[in-house]
């Protein structure tokens, strides 16, 4: 897909890989919103980035602010072409250890933000996408997910780190399926 005017949200775009991502896509002449829950590092790259950068503070979690997302890079951009999912958060806890066992709650927030969060953000997405004119290709979007090699080779302590990524790397492709049809393309990186 062609960088220059496309429009692109990057979940997790204040930080890390995700604004690495929004400023070498930027660089590329797109437009981007990035979607974070931390709004002072969130607001510093906007203006680094200027007019073609907007920010929607929204956790991954939550459709309605994810939705709202979506809506401001289709109001102030005219369209979403781009999803890049680079939202996530690491534990590093053994299952057992000399405290007791691996707290549950912890477990399922990674799950909650990593995968489901993912999951939550490319099905919006994929939804604007799908109302987009297709361009000479056919296509009308792409999504990009952020897995790790945590997923193929997860370490001591991350079992539920390795667990959501390797969620991520399990839905890709049925998900790729569904959205073929669509000619929204979909892959998943796995940096490490």
Known sequence: MELKNATALISGGASGLGAATARTFAAAGANIVILDLDTE????LVAELGAQARFAQANVTDEEQVSAAVELAKAEFGALHININCAGIVTALRTLS????????????VIEINLIGTFN???????AMATNPPNA????????????????????GQAAYAASKGGIVGMTLPIMRD???DGIRICAIAPG
């Open 41 to 44: 590092r969130a607001e510093r």
């Open 98 to 109: 000399k405290h007791g066992a691996h707290p549950l709650d912890l477990f399922k927030s």
């Open 121 to 127: 953000v490319l099905r919006l997405a994929a939804a």
């Open 137 to 156: 290709e056919g296509e009308r979007g792409v999504i990009i997910n952020t897995a790790s090699v945590a997923a193929f080779e997860g370490q001591v």
């Open 179 to 181: 959205l073929a049809r």
